[in-house]
């Protein structure tokens, strides 16, 4: 009966998943529709009040350190909402509309409501990344008008197709590198390397590139694996032979040498100065953002105009977390990071460590840590360090109670 149930619960997760991932950014959907926002919005509330009947109401429900930092970055988030009111007169009905994506935060909470198990959590991962394979052949193939896409152009000697989702395609990669190194089944091994090579050749993307070797050096660190050491070494002396010697980082490292030789005018230099200074309205911004720019806002219009001079949230990474939520949300992620990086007894959770590396190595350059199309792959990540927390307890109670014989 429980699997049966089950099954529609994860079914349904799935499907809020798909609308906040906006349908892996399908192009068939007018920017002018209402319908996707409006079922954004929808599932957000839902899942707002189904947070707050698990926080106050469920019986069983016992609250740990991470739970308490998800219930503090939705108040950095609902926070910000006076200060974009009292600085740039955005309405705070508006700010509650244009902060949508954010709400899927709370599916953190309507995983715990229905408890589900690690393993449930990683088949919704699974299914999710096989889709991201397809929509990353599909582009390919559509290219250069992919089907499902909400940046796509050619660059560094290869194409580029980006859609909301990719960061289940780390997750999912990672996932199967792990089990690669438990298991030695060398199909684990191959959905890796797909992954992998999607992620880097279909998006030549430098932070990709290092997040996934990174990565992937860290879950065979913390294998079990009898020369891990020799062989972590060995892959990362190859990689750098590989990337100086192989025509095909050419493009990269051009643009390397480029951003290196005019460092000190690199556009993202001066785009931290604008978040960090210009853009602050006094100490309350400071604390709590300037909020999240609503359509035809003031907010949006001074963002426009850092915007026209090449300044983007997008490229100074928690900076631009910063100039949403201040110090406060910026305070949390930081935590966020600890929780992921301190966890014990990670033998099922390596990918998990992974993937958070893989967004920390973007959250100065880039903007993984609020895309829209990788906060659903963050918040499921952040319910597996729960499961990672609740299966320490145990193994404690057990060790206590062998100890106690």
């Known amino acids: 009966m429980k699997s049966r ?82 600085y740039w007169g955005q309405p705070i009905g508006t700010s509650l509309l244009s902060y949508r994506l954010f709400y899927i935060y709370f599916l953190y909470f309507v995983l715990v409501y229905f408890q589900l198990t690690q393993k449930e959590v990683e088949q919704i991962i699974l299914i999710i990344f096989f889709l991201t394979l397809i929509i990353f052949v599909i582009g390919f193939f559509t290219f250069p008008n992919p089907t499902f896409t909400m940046r796509s152009e050619e660059r560094r000697n290869g194409i580029t197709i980006f859609f909301d989702g990719q960061g289940f395609t780390f997750l999912g990669a990672f996932y199967y590198l792990q089990k690669y190194f438990k298991t030695f089944n060398l199909l684990h091994l191959l959905y890796y390397a797909i992954g992998a090579i999607f992620l880097f050749f279909l998006t030549q993307s430098r932070m990709m590139l290092v997040g996934m070797g990174l990565g992937s050096v860290v879950i065979l660190l913390l294998s079990q694996l009898r020369y891990r050491y020799v062989f972590a070494f060995a892959g990362l002396a190859m990689g750098i032979l590989v990337y100086l010697t192989s025509g095909v980082f050419e493009g990269i490292k051009e643009q390397n040498a480029e951003q290196a030789q005019f460092a000190g005018e690199d556009i993202r230099v001066q785009a931290y100065s604008f ?58 992620w930081i935590l966020f990071f600890y929780k992921a990086f301190s966890m014990v007894n990670t033998q099922n959770f390596t990918h998990v460590k992974a993937y958070f590396l893989m967004i920390f190595i973007t959250a100065f350059t880039g903007y993984s840590i609020f895309d829209p199309g990788y906060m ?18 145990v193994i404690e109670r057990v060790g206590d109670f062998l100890r106690k014989q």
């Open 5 to 86: 149930s089950y099954f529609w619960v994860k079914a349904m997760i799935i499907l809020i998943i798909f609308i906040f991932l906006q349908f892996f950014s399908y192009t068939g959907i007018s920017e002018d529709s209402k319908v996707l926002p409006t079922a954004i919005f929808g599932c957000g509330m839902l899942m707002m009040l189904l947070s707050i009947n698990t926080i106050l109401f469920k019986n069983d429900f016992f609250i740990c350190g991470l739970d308490k930092l998800v219930i503090l970055f939705m108040a950095a988030v609902f926070l910000s909402f006076f200060t974009a009111y009292w």
């Open 376 to 393: 659903p792959s963050t918040v499921i990540a952040l319910y597996l360090i729960r499961c990672n927390y609740e299966e320490t307890k």
């Open 275 to 332: 978040f960090l200074n210009d853009l602050q309205g006094g100490w309350p911004t400071v604390i709590f953002g300037n909020g999240y720019p609503a359509k035809g806002s003031k907010l949006e219009t001074i963002t426009y105009y850092g915007q026209d001079k090449g300044f983007f949230t997008s490229d100074v990474g928690l900076t631009g977390l910063f100039s949403f939520f201040g110090i406060f949300g910026e305070i949390i």
